[in-house]
């Protein structure tokens, strides 16, 4: 070999090892990372069972973004579970994995299921009804049972723990890129638990709904009357509403939001969600009026 060439080769070299560098580089940056997890349950977080579950969920998916919606739901409120999993998941990302545990038939003969929404995400739960918010809005491609023992954790599945040792593992495992449908068997997602639908209705009396739930400590009235369903009665804004609440006669306006009234005073409003809400400006209308949900709601036409 001549001088100049061995002079040459550390350059070749060099320029060698840049380039395997570079191309490592945009390997790792075009690699997907793993999937965001929402996670939420009726656990509350007075003991250890929420930092359990997420310590499961990063043993098996180290990296993995683990966003707690909410473990507050009302204990066994399958309904209301439904409503914040529709709620909260347009705000995740296309292809987020949610682990949902609100499971008054833990331990049953009840089925611990993996559906696959037309959106792209995945939602790891009970087969209890509480996805049917979700998959009437976005519909689904598909559905799994959790059957298999490499997606679980324990030589001994507890019978009232399955949070623990399905749920969160199962979610871990489609989090960090797992096949899914290597958990077990395909379902009919025609078969899957559906809850009876109970949006408001309207007929010649006027509207029939419920009030479903507080606003978190607001105290505001969550209903099942969606702003289109509303509509039909014939109010707008700035209008005074006849509201008969658990029995109990009001007459609301109807504005656009809380300072449009005086404060302390009752207020008909279309909430964050898009559905008819009732409130108090910088106040309580459930306490104040001594509202506990559910409880039935009905508004006449407007004449």
């Known amino acids: 070999m001549s001088l100049r060439s061995a002079m040459r080769l550390p350059r070749m070299l060099f320029a060698i090892a840049l380039l395997l560098v570079s191309t490592s580089a945009l390997f790792a940056q075009n690699a997907p990372g793993p999937r965001m997890i929402g996670f939420m349950t009726d656990f509350d977080v007075k003991d250890d069972a929420v930092g359990i579950c997420k310590a499961v969920m990063l043993g098996v998916a180290p990296h993995v973004t683990i966003v707690d919606i909410t473990h507050q739901v009302t204990p066994f409120d399958i309904a209301q579970a439904g409503r914040f999993l529709a709620g909260s998941a347009p705000y995740f990302p296309h292809d987020a994995v949610f682990v949902a545990v609100i499971d008054p038939g833990v331990g049953s003969a009840r089925k611990a299921i993996i559906a696959k929404s037309k959106v792209g995400q995945y939602f790891v739960l009970p087969d209890n009804g509480m996805i049917t918010q979700l998959a009437e809005r976005d519909g689904l491609v598909g559905a799994r049972e959790i059957t298999n023992p490499a997606w ?16 969160s593992p199962a979610g871990a495992h489609l989090a960090r890129g797992d096949d899914w449908t290597d958990a077990g068997p395909a379902l009919d997602v025609a078969k899957l638990v559906r809850l009876k639908d109970n949006t ?23 209903t099942n009357v969606p702003a289109a369903t509303f509509a039909k009665l014939g109010y707008t804004l700035g209008d005074r509403v006849p509201v008969t609440i658990a029995g109990i006669a009001y007459v609301l306006p109807f504005v656009k939001t809380f300072s449009d009234v005086p404060l302390n005073e009752g207020l008909l409003y279309i909430d964050s969600r898009g559905r008819l809400s009732v409130g108090i400006d910088q106040g309580n209308f459930a306490e104040v009026h001594h509202v506990t949900p559910p409880t039935l709601l009905e508004i006449p036409a407007k004449r």
């Open 152 to 167: 679980m954790i324990g030589a001994k599945l507890s019978s009232t723990f399955h949070g623990r040792d399905i749920f």
């Open 200 to 222: 408001a209705a309207i007929d010649a009396e006027g509207l029939h709904g419920q009030v479903i739930g507080t606003d978190g400590p607001f105290g505001n009235l969550v």
